[in-house]
């Protein structure tokens, strides 16, 4: 299992929400503290409208952990836009969870496992609630 630290992209994307800082490093499993635990890799705040762009920001900028949970905190209060309890295989939650498992497999990938099944369901999951 490899653990070494996440580069940044030769070509980083446009952010979506500028404003928001990155966290001081990318999170690897076993290589940092993890970000729960540590006084210096802090999210900033952000609402759970934001939680999607900036989901995208630290995806295409290589923080494949961070935008893991941040978008699995917007996938759990889905929806956002009324009381109704959207069950997990609702699209609209299918698209989002296709993200997050589309993120967690790039790390893993990175550190050296096996990623394949993951990003193979998570394509599925992406297609299958794509709007």
């Known amino acids: 299992m490899l653990r070494s630290v996440i580069t940044p992209p030769s070509h980083p994307a446009i952010r979506r929400i500028p404003e928001l800082p990155f966290p001081t490093y990318r999170f690897v499993p076993g290589l940092q503290e993890h970000p729960n635990l540590s006084k210096t890799h802090k999210f900033p705040p952000v609402t759970l409208e934001q939680c999607w762009d900036y989901g995208w920001d630290l995806y295409t900028h290589h923080y494949w952990w961070e935008a893991h949970e941040v978008w699995e905190r917007l996938w759990k209060a889905m929806p956002l836009d009324s009381e109704a309890i959207w069950p997990n295989d609702h699209p609209k939650r299918r698209y989002v969870q296709g993200h997050i498992l ?16 993951m990003r193979a369901k998570a394509h599925r999951y992406i297609k299958e609630g794509m709007p």
Request: charged content about 10%; glycine content about 6%; overall charge neutral.
């Open 102 to 117: 589309l993120s967690a497999s790039y790390l893993l990938a990175h550190m050296g496992r096996q990623f394949e099944p």
